[in-house]
């Protein structure tokens, strides 16, 4: 208990032990100030949708700012109230698409780049500078309608691309053959159309920028996120073998979104590798997360931004431990695309199409989510659905089913991970310890 | 006498309202021919294709009186109502026994999530009483990739009509099809003529049962008597009501036009999918096929769902100007939320017209769910009479 004191707290309330997840927020907040001063020395900056192929801008070396990881830092910032109540005066509903519709909302805040009396600036981090690009995927009806407007505020030019559904659905898209084959496994129609969507997207930012693309660039960039993921694999399959586990997702979480907004980076690169050298470390001294771990559980989901503590509230109580999210293990299994030098463009369209696929489609995600079950010898799942998000629907019964009937109990939530009016912290826990109480512990003890 | 009086005096009318009100009697009787008869979810399904191929197509519609016992197992509760009461005679066996497949098109982003769970569905509960089910994929965005690609899944689906008629469709085969569509939407043209030109003989509702009975018979049939009605309805009394457009989500029934207009006001025009849009845009009869299939689906007026909210705001005010409408209703389904993006730009380009606006959001379908709204409706009528 005496380290637990040492832990330090997050302003959502969770404790955290990972050197690497201190770095990365530490760096972050650096890197962000580093881009504000890039984009007031004039250079071009791209405000970017998570599941825009960001690669691009990378190897392009154009500054940008992930559109999801800037809500988690307004979520974090506990700004999202403020935010939602401008949308309400606007005219707008406070109650749609939070998790997208932040910085739009940002975008309606006449204090964002201000500083208050003490002289503190009253955006988060300063607020954000205005892009001089913004560039969305439209894999839902409203994602084109918020960037439009996002970009109008700030004075932006507008890129969409658009999302095709995959007609050949292979099972088990986690064997490692994706890496090699995924030629094989997409349809090639889909792996052509998104790599002229790529070239197209080229044009308009040598366009807006004056930056000429360079393949070599994208080839060195693919080959640094490869290796980056490599790790996160590595990572992932570490403490899935460790019982008890050396880090929860409150560790990963944060360490590992923040460092995949960096990918194709050195830096990132460097960081996944400090990552597994310090779980490894403290795998191989034995240390446990959670010492008195018993039952080891599953988050699927978008991350709970503004109540990270939430994932530890059972760890003491009954040994039960969060040790699996998307975030360390989308990047473990879905990224690494090899043959990078026979056609980057084209490696590149063959991850960013399948994004959406792998988590939002039955069976893919059903699929994955048993392989990972497995893999990570899981006791119980926990399934939040965002209620107001058409695109994070994604088949709950399908994916219920499939690991019920491989005899793992789930709980099904709807919650919001951005907006905190719409989160009972006693509510959420008292489902949760429902959950363990009449489920996860039955279920365990009858498999002895 | 009123319009409705004069509308059910007239047979081919009656008729049309007869297909409207009993949706199924066409879909037998042709069955019952030995035509084969397929279901189309989403607005973007071309008939031309599936009239080619000598098949029928229909519209799926839901049924508001339904228990939703399969729906609240396998969706989700962010699900368009509507949409979730579709899903339910989908596959609850009831469009099994109907039709002989369904097609999905993916005109919004909550079908293409039916199509998946239906795919799904397929394989791991094949016992499930599910017709066979293709998807089109279009693209929405106006790029030439994206026509192009557009053209290539046209051609795809193409090949799937192609096996369920049992036979090759040759180009002459579309292009007679397509004739017959555009005959169709030219006489419903003329309807809206009648509707929204300088005299108003035809009101919202009774253009609702005109245009959607096409979704539910016979496409020749129902253009000879669409024709007849627009020649019956040119002299039928002048309706003397403030002229209303109405935007937002698809109306199947009459139930909602009904109420909007005993509130005094007349629906002139309207956007969704069920109305107006449905004869927006011709095929192109000098185009090769499948171009003319993509320029006529892709490039009609923008939906609320696959458009960006400047093109919405833009197609709105298109719109209101061409009906001459003075004010404007929108009425958004509770979880049809991709119109509340575009709300407050279009409310306020209106109003700097000097339109009117009423906004019914978050409603709850079927309409008799909703608390009643009827005091609002008659606070905007006596508005609209105020400022005609
Ligand atoms: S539906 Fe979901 S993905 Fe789309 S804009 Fe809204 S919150 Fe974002």
Redesign the pocket.
């Known amino acids: 208990m005496a380290e637990e004191a040492k832990r330090p707290e997050s302003q959502s309330g969770a404790v955290k032990r990972l050197k690497a997840t201190a770095t990365a927020s530490a760096y972050q907040k650096e890197w962000f100030q580093k881009t504000k001063e890039r984009v007031e020395a004039g250079e071009p900056f791209g405000y970017l949708n998570a599941d825009v192929p960001m690669e691009v801008l990378r190897a392009m070396d154009i500054p940008f700012v992930v559109n999801q990881w800037w809500a988690a830092i307004c979520g974090a910032k506990r700004m999202t109230k403020k935010y939602f109540g401008l949308l309400r005066d606007a005219g707008y509903r406070d109650d749609?698409?939070?998790?997208?519709?932040t910085a739009f909302a940002e975008s309606l805040d006449p204090d964002d780049r201000k500083l208050d009396e003490e002289g503190k600036p009253m955006g988060p981090w300063g607020g954000l500078p205005d892009p001089t690009i913004a560039i969305t995927r439209l894999?839902?009806?409203?994602?084109g309608k918020?960037f439009e407007q996002f970009a109008k505020n700030h004075g932006s030019a507008l890129y969409t691309m658009e999302n095709t559904v995959a007609r050949k659905v292979p099972l088990k898209w986690f064997d490692k053959v994706i890496w090699n084959d995924w030629e094989e496994f997409y349809d090639k129609d889909r792996i052509d159309e998104a790599v002229e969507e790529l070239q197209q997207m080229i044009r308009f930012l040598e366009q807006e920028t004056g930056k000429m693309f360079d393949m070599n660039s994208l080839e060195k960039v693919m080959n640094l996120i490869n290796e980056q993921e490599l790790y996160y694999n590595k990572t992932r399959d570490l403490i899935a073998s460790c019982h008890p586990v050396p880090v929860t997702v409150v560790d990963t979480i944060n360490a590992v979104m923040q460092a995949q907004w960096q990918r194709g980076t050195e830096w990132g690169r460097d960081h996944a590798k400090s990552l597994y050298e310090e779980v490894k470390a403290l795998a191989d001294a034995g240390v446990a997360a959670v010492p008195n771990e018993k039952y080891r559980l599953m988050w699927l989901g978008r991350g709970i931004w503004h109540d990270f503590s939430f994932y530890q509230s059972f760890e003491e109580k009954y040994g039960a431990v969060f040790m699996w999210s998307m975030y360390l293990a989308m990047g473990a299994d879905a990224y690494i695309r090899y043959h990078v030098e026979e056609d980057p463009l084209r490696a590149l369209a063959a991850r960013y199409i399948g994004m959406e696929d792998f988590l939002h489609m039955p069976p893919w995600n059903s699929q994955w989510y048993l392989q990972q079950i497995e893999q990570n010898d899981i006791d119980g799942v926990v399934y939040m659905i965002?209620g107001?998000?058409?695109?994070?629907v994604e088949g709950s019964y399908f994916i219920k089913k499939a690991i019920e009937d491989a005899g793992v109990p789930v709980l099904i939530f709807e919650a919001d991970p951005v907006d905190p009016r719409k989160w009972s912290a006693e509510n959420m826990r008292g489902f949760v310890n429902e959950f363990i109480e009449t489920k996860v512990i039955p279920n365990k003890e009858n498999k002895k | 006498m009123s319009i409705r009086e004069c509308a059910l005096k007239s047979a081919a009318f009656s008729r049309l309202k007869d297909v409207y009100d009993n949706r199924e009697q066409e879909i037998k009787k042709a069955r019952a021919a030995g035509t084969k008869v397929i279901a189309e979810l989403g607005c973007d399904v071309p008939d031309e294709l599936l009239l080619a191929g000598g098949l029928m197509p229909v519209r799926v519609y839901a049924d508001p009186d339904k228990e939703l016992v399969q729906t609240n197992k396998y969706l989700e509760f962010s699900f368009d109502p509507i949409v979730r009461a579709q899903f339910e005679k989908i596959v609850d066996g009831t469009y099994k026994e109907l039709v002989d497949a369904l097609v999905v098109s993916n005109s919004t982003?909550v079908i293409i999530r039916i199509y998946l769970y239906l795919r799904e569905m397929h394989r791991v509960e094949p016992e499930k009483p599910i017709p066979e089910v293709e998807f089109i994929d279009w693209l929405f965005t106006r790029n030439l990739l994206y026509q192009q690609r557009n053209e290539f899944l046209i051609g795809l689906f193409q090949e799937t009509v192609e096996r369920w008629a049992g036979r090759k469709i040759s180009d002459e085969e579309i292009r007679e099809a397509a004739r017959v569509c555009n005959a169709d939407k030219a006489a419903l043209r003329k309807i809206g003529e009648l509707r929204h030109g300088s005299e108003v003989h035809i009101n919202g509702s009774e253009a609702l049962v005109i245009i959607g009975s096409a979704f539910f018979m016979d496409r020749k049939e129902h253009t000879k008597l669409v024709e007849e009605v627009a020649k019956e309805a040119a002299s039928w009394p002048v309706i003397n009501a403030p002229r209303v457009f109405f935007t937002g989500s698809n109306q199947e029934s009459t139930d909602l036009y009904d109420k909007i207009e005993a509130s005094g006001v007349v629906i002139v025009g309207d956007d969704h999918d069920w109305g107006d849009r449905f004869y927006d845009r011709d095929f192109n009869l000098e185009y090769t096929t499948r171009r003319a299939i993509v320029d006529c689906y892709m490039l009609r007026e923008f939906s609320s769902k696959k458009a960006y909210t400047s093109q919405r705001v833009e197609a709105l005010n298109r719109e209101v100007a061409a009906t001459a409408a003075d004010g404007v209703i929108f009425y958004m389904n509770e979880y049809e939320?991709a119109a509340s993006w575009d709300y407050p730009p279009q409310k306020k380009s209106l109003e700097s017209q000097g339109k009117k606006t009423l906004c019914l959001a978050k409603m709850k379908w079927p309409m008799s769910k909703n608390d009643d709204f009827g005091d609002k409706l008659s606070a905007f009528a006596d508005t609209m009479k105020g400022g005609a």
């Not at chain 1, 894999?139 to 994602?143: G, I, K």
């Not at chain 1, 107001?388 to 994070?392: G, H, T």
């Open positions: 749609l698409c939070s998790y997208c519709a894999t839902c009806d409203c994602q918020i965002p107001n998000c058409m695109q994070a | 982003d939320e």
